[in-house]
């Protein structure tokens, strides 16, 4: 079964530094990847997504993240956060034996300060 | 958004009885999920649904079962609760007929207090 990492659990940030959140997957084929956000109180929405061909993906409010198939990776930045940033961040891979199923991180919650 | 709505809101309930959580959705998408959110565990996936009448388990689906008779319609229902279904629980849609590899929609979720 599919396996997904975050490492990073809690980060707090000021704003306007840079972010880099870790997620590591264990499946080795073909695979779909998804950064989702939830901002305090809210549902899930999706960040970007990742299914074929350029491996830097761009996604909404200035996030992007490369795909690395070798370390079996999909970091999720943002070149300088706001303190609208603050949320808690899910990475998540397709099931490889049934394409509609996702496996979720446990994710990782940003905490930007002014 | 997508038009997903989940019923009730905020449930409190006794250990013991029966709850059913609702999922509607306008989209006339092919997914659906029910989703349990937990500190510490991120989402685990307890029943989907591919089709009308046609479910199957998640990575923690005992305790629960669904039922999709409608397109629009996916109920979780918790035969007896327990204090360890505590939770908050999402429902998600994905897949229109063109692609099953879009990305999921998930609803707004429901605050799920077992006593």
């Known amino acids: 079964a599919q396996s997904v990492s975050q490492h990073n659990h809690h980060v707090i940030l000021s704003e306007a530094a840079s972010l880099e959140l870790g997620c590591n997957y264990s499946?080795?084929?073909?695979?779909?990847l998804f950064w989702y956000v939830q901002y305090p109180g809210q549902h899930l929405q999706l960040l970007l997504k990742?299914?074929?061909?350029?491996?830097l993906v761009k996604g909404i409010k200035g996030f992007e993240a490369e795909f690395i198939k070798s370390k079996f990776s999909f970091n999720l930045r943002k070149p300088s956060v706001q303190w609208s940033d603050t949320a808690e961040y899910f990475c998540a891979v397709n099931d490889p034996g049934t394409a509609s199923k996702l496996t979720f991180g446990t994710g990782t919650r940003l905490q930007v300060t002014l | 958004d997508a038009g997903i709505t989940q019923s009730p809101r905020h449930k409190v309930t006794e250990t013991g009885t029966p709850v059913t959580l609702r999922c509607h959705q306008t989209e006339n998408h092919r997914y659906m999920y029910w989703y349990r959110q937990d500190p510490g565990h991120g989402l685990r996936l307890i029943h989907y649904?591919?089709?009308?009448?046609?479910?199957d388990k998640g990575e923690v689906s005992d305790g629960y079962s669904v039922s999709r008779s409608k397109t629009e319609d996916f109920l979780l229902t918790l035969e007896s609760a327990t204090s360890s279904q505590t939770s908050v629980y999402f429902c998600?849609?994905?897949?229109?007929?063109?692609?099953?590899?879009?990305?999921?929609?998930f609803g707004p979720g429901t605050r799920l207090t077992v006593l």
């Open positions: 499946y080795g084929g073909t695979v779909n």
């Open positions: 649904s591919y089709g009308v009448k046609d479910t």
């Open positions: 998600a849609i994905s897949g229109d007929r063109a692609s099953p590899y879009n990305e999921q929609f």
């Open positions: 990742y299914f074929s061909g350029d491996p």
